[in-house]
């Protein structure tokens, strides 16, 4: 089994920064593509970033939703099997709870299963 542990949410004013952090573990082989995604009440679940393996094509190439490129930075610690979200100039409508993702496998044999954190919550206000 494998635990998502996110931290680092919290309140703060429109214009300001926060880092999110998730870690990784359990029995854990691998790990492929790492991301964060955000639902507010009433909403669907939505894609922030993602960032794959440094192992895989493409290496360690981040992805972003249009509306956080430019202000939002994921990146990834693989030995420490976490990743971070750089939330700088925010927005009252980043308001949402940051939810963790990862594709895992537990062993080279058996197939990736994608796990979520619990979620922690971000509110932008003033």
């Known amino acids: 089994q494998v635990q998502l542990v996110e931290s680092g949410g919290g309140l703060v004013q429109p214009g300001g920064s926060l880092r999110l952090s998730c870690a990784a573990s359990?029995?854990?082989?691998?790990?492929?593509?790492m991301g964060w995604y955000r639902q507010v009440p009433g909403k669907e679940r939505e894609l922030v970033a993602t960032?794959?393996?440094?192992?895989?094509?493409?290496?360690?190439?981040?992805g972003y939703a249009d509306s956080m490129k430019g202000r939002f930075i994921i990146f990834r610690d693989n030995a420490k099997n976490t990743v971070y979200l750089q939330m700088n100039r925010l927005k009252p409508e980043d308001t949402a709870v940051y939810y963790c993702?990862?594709?895992?496998?537990?062993?080279?044999?058996?197939?990736?299963?994608?796990?979520w954190g619990q979620g922690t919550q971000v509110t932008v206000s003033s």
């Open positions: 960032i794959r393996s440094s192992t895989m094509t493409g290496t360690g190439l981040p």
């Open positions: 359990g029995t854990i082989f691998t790990i492929s593509t």
């Open positions: 993702n990862a594709g895992v496998k537990a062993s080279w044999s058996t197939p990736e299963s994608r796990y």
